[in-house]
């Protein structure tokens, strides 16, 4: 068919016609396509409960069900390979066996109360791993959870070591920087300013130095080495947190084995109840 003498050729419409060609390269261009590839490139599928302090827990997303989760051990001091103990040292002991592999965990019964005093919003808790088996376990650290179940039910997912040591050295810098300029702009309140940095510093550097030596770790458990134990801290600053009750319930869930080892608890275990460390 011949374009010759059509309303295509008309003067009036070959305007249209370019547009109509130009838009069409420029849609199937790939410098236009980069930026669109970019953003879907770089924006989230899913958001994973306790990655954002101000996040609440979300649902789980269909792919999940694509998935069977591991089973689930839960802790039950009526079920057999489960034990619970209150020690001199004025902590709570729960013990979880399942298969080659153990797990106790252990709470200082004035967590709640040392928090405040910590100079980072964390809560801490003692792990001790162990494997009987004959071949080998490996342990890992980032997927301990802890779920505070009076506040929203948020899950807070355990802080990295290292990463959070990074954040302590961080912000020490920052109050470093931002002393210097205080001092800078009233001279007069010298003292006290350094004062108060100094104390800073001396915290951080007091906490740097026990999340590098107790903090846990992975690990590569056999029968030359069947045991490994250490803190794991969680942060507790978050909107969906408010203050504590006078009795809070917890869950502390733990990959290990292919399993889920999961520890309900309360602090303190009986309403009203104190446990206090006893002198040596």
């Given at each position: 068919m011949s374009l010759r003498n059509t309303a295509w050729r008309r003067p009036g419409l070959r305007f249209v016609r370019a547009g109509v060609v130009y838009g069409l390269s420029i849609l199937v261009s790939p410098v236009a396509l980069s930026p669109i590839v970019s953003a879907i490139a770089a924006s989230p599928l899913q958001t994973t409960p306790g990655?954002?302090?101000?996040?609440?827990?979300?649902?789980k997303t269909k792919n999940d069900k694509h998935t069977p989760p591991p089973p689930v051990v839960r802790w039950d001091e009526a079920q057999p390979g489960c034990t619970f103990s209150a020690g001199d040292d004025g902590k709570y002991r729960y013990g979880l066996w399942?298969?080659?592999?153990?797990?106790?965990?252990?709470?200082?019964?004035?967590e709640l109360q040392v928090i405040p005093h910590r100079g980072w919003p964390v809560l801490g808790v003692f792990l001790t791993i162990r494997y009987r088996g004959a071949a080998s376990l490996d342990t890992a650290i980032d997927g301990i959870t802890l779920q505070f179940m009076k506040h929203y039910k948020i899950v807070q997912t355990s802080l990295d070591p290292d990463d959070y040591t990074q954040k302590i050295q961080s912000d020490a810098d920052a109050l470093d920087?931002?002393?210097?300029?205080?001092?800078?702009?009233?001279?007069?309140?010298?003292?006290?300013?350094?004062?108060?940095?100094?104390?800073?510093?001396?915290?951080a550097n007091e906490m740097i130095e026990f999340l590098g030596t107790k903090g846990l770790r992975p690990a590569h458990l056999d029968r030359a080495n069947p045991?490994?134990?250490?803190?794991?801290?969680?942060?507790?600053?978050?909107?969906?947190?408010g203050n504590w009750k006078t009795q809070e319930d917890f869950i502390l869930r733990f990959p290990l084995d292919g399993k889920i080892f999961e520890f309900p608890f309360k602090l303190p275990p009986k309403k009203g109840e104190l446990l206090l460390q006893k002198r040596p």
């Open positions: 990655q954002d302090a101000d996040s609440k827990p979300t649902s399942s298969g080659d592999a153990g797990v106790t965990l252990a709470v200082d019964a004035r920087d931002e002393t210097r300029r205080e001092v800078k702009n009233h001279p007069e309140k010298k003292e006290v300013y350094e004062a108060r940095l100094q104390e800073y510093q001396k915290s045991e490994v134990s250490g803190w794991v801290f969680f942060n507790t600053k978050s909107k969906w947190l």
